[in-house]
């Protein structure tokens, strides 16, 4: 056993680098479109948001049963993105600009909202029918000022095209959904410089993974426990708890405790402030009062467009075009 005295504590705690935690705080259970069951890490009374990010739920995890499944019918989003990050059953996605499609387990899918869209995400037809698991995430994310009237646009990112990597000892492993982790970079190219990776971590495992010092972050524990912070103060956080970081560090620390069997999942999302005032109600967000007005009146008028074609066979149109973009993307996309 090594013995480390206090000198040396001291010294090691000089050169750490890890940020330390400001707050634990629990997620709220809700209820979203028809009725679905979320985990709310924000905005909640406890915490509205983290800048550039809006919202955070967990969708799920629910065992449905048969006609059980609910979704989000038509609904329009202007001003911010989208991203939304399935674990576990499939959904249906549709718009108003005539995309189709379904994301499945380990599917993401990243919507810009621009200008403005019509959007609807329903449990996809099977789920619907017979039941089974539902579990996922959807993540907010805040457009600047210069970008909240660009063109909309998806980027449907099957599970098998996003970069997984493992540690040394293969006790950790990460999804890299944006930024970069353990040696490789995201495919998915972000309009709001920001990282969104999921780790799994066995028991006992740790990792380091850097953050630029400006960046706010945050973690949320999808399972399992651990400890986050720095040297000097580790806090022990658990299932459903979403963790804010000081911006004291280059660097957050992740460890699984060694006291159980079961992995530590966990989702660590960071992004560059855009420190621009937010105007908000609903699904829109813009940067004044009277652009939230002015979505509205565009939203009743129709100038978002309606969701009107039949989904089967737009999808199907839609496959060709899937395909390109994959194609396009191991041609390689930059984040």
Do not use: C
Not at 118 to 142: C, D, I, Y
Not at 292 to 305: H, N, R
């Amino acid at each position: 056993m090594i013995k480390i005295s206090k000198s040396n504590e001291q010294y090691y705690s000089s050169r750490d680098k890890s940020r330390s935690t400001s707050r634990v705080v629990n997620s709220v259970q809700t209820t979203e479109g028809e009725g679905f069951l979320v985990n709310r890490a924000f905005p909640t009374g406890l915490l509205s948001d983290l800048d550039p990010f809006l919202l955070l739920d967990e969708i799920g995890p629910k065992d449905l049963g048969p006609s059980e499944a609910k979704g989000a019918p038509d609904h329009p989003h202007r001003g911010f993105e989208t991203v939304t990050y399935m674990l576990e059953g499939q959904f249906e996605h549709k718009d108003s600009r005539g995309n189709a499609g379904k994301i499945g387990p380990g599917d993401v899918q990243w919507m810009t909202a621009g200008a403005g869209v019509v959007h609807s995400e329903m449990p996809e037809k099977n789920l619907a029918q017979t039941g089974g698991r539902l579990h996922g995430f959807q993540l907010w994310v805040n457009l600047p000022r210069k970008d909240k009237m660009i063109s909309p646009r998806y980027q449907d990112i099957p599970s098998s095209k996003i970069p997984l990597s493992k540690s040394a000892d293969s006790l950790v492993t990460v999804k890299v959904i944006a930024g970069e982790a353990l040696g490789i970079k995201a495919i998915i190219e972000t309009r709001t410089p920001i990282m969104y990776l999921h780790f799994t971590l066995q028991p006992g495992a740790s990792v380091i993974q850097a953050v630029p010092k400006e960046y706010n972050a945050f973690a949320y524990v999808i399972g399992g426990q651990g400890l986050f912070g720095s040297v000097n103060q580790k806090q022990l956080a658990h299932r459903g708890q979403i963790i804010i970081f000081d911006k004291d560090g280059e660097e957050v620390k992740i460890n699984a405790t060694d006291n159980t069997t079961s992995a530590f999942d966990v989702l660590l999302i960071a992004g560059k402030p855009l420190n621009e005032p937010i105007a908000r109600y609903g699904p829109f967000v813009m940067n004044k009062r009277e652009e939230i007005m002015e979505a509205i009146v565009d939203y009743q008028s129709g100038s978002m467009g309606k969701i009107t074609f039949d989904k089967d066979s737009q999808e199907k149109k839609n496959e060709n075009a899937n395909n390109k973009n994959e194609n396009r993307i191991e041609g390689g996309m930059t984040n």
